[in-house]
């Protein structure tokens, strides 16, 4: 079983910056695409930021040069770098790790974007 813990959330001004991190109990980034997404009140949880094993990056178009998505393989931990954050950024943000038909969830942490 993986687990997934996330950290680096919190309560920040609109233009502000957090960063969140994901560690994982297990050395799986090599076999499984790591995510981050977010759901906040009353909406579908979207997916925000997606890298894949070879470390390609793919973006919501909502956070597209704001946002950047990186792991450290060594360290089991993939971060989402959040830049200019605006109300609309504020969710509940879950780490995520897929491979076929497997997926494995962080427990989530809040982002609050509000001055």
């Known amino acids: 079983q993986v687990q997934l813990v996330e950290s680096g959330g919190g309560l920040v001004q609109p233009g502000g910056s957090l960063r969140l991190s994901c560690v994982s109990s297990?050395?799986?980034?090599?076999?499984?695409?790591m995510g981050w997404y977010r759901q906040a009140p009353g909406k579908q949880r979207e997916l925000v930021a997606v890298?894949?094993?070879?470390?390609?990056?793919d973006y919501v178009d909502s956070v597209k040069g704001r946002f950047t998505i990186s792991k450290d393989n060594a360290k089991n931990t993939v971060d989402l770098q959040m830049n200019d954050l605006k109300p609309d950024d504020t969710a509940v943000y879950y780490c995520?790790?897929?491979?076929?038909?497997?997926?494995?969830w962080g427990q989530g942490i809040q982002v609050t974007v509000s001055s």
């Open positions: 995520n790790a897929a491979y076929r038909t497997i997926s494995y």
């Open positions: 297990s050395a799986i980034f090599s076999i499984y695409a």
């Open positions: 890298i894949s094993t070879g470390g390609s990056t």
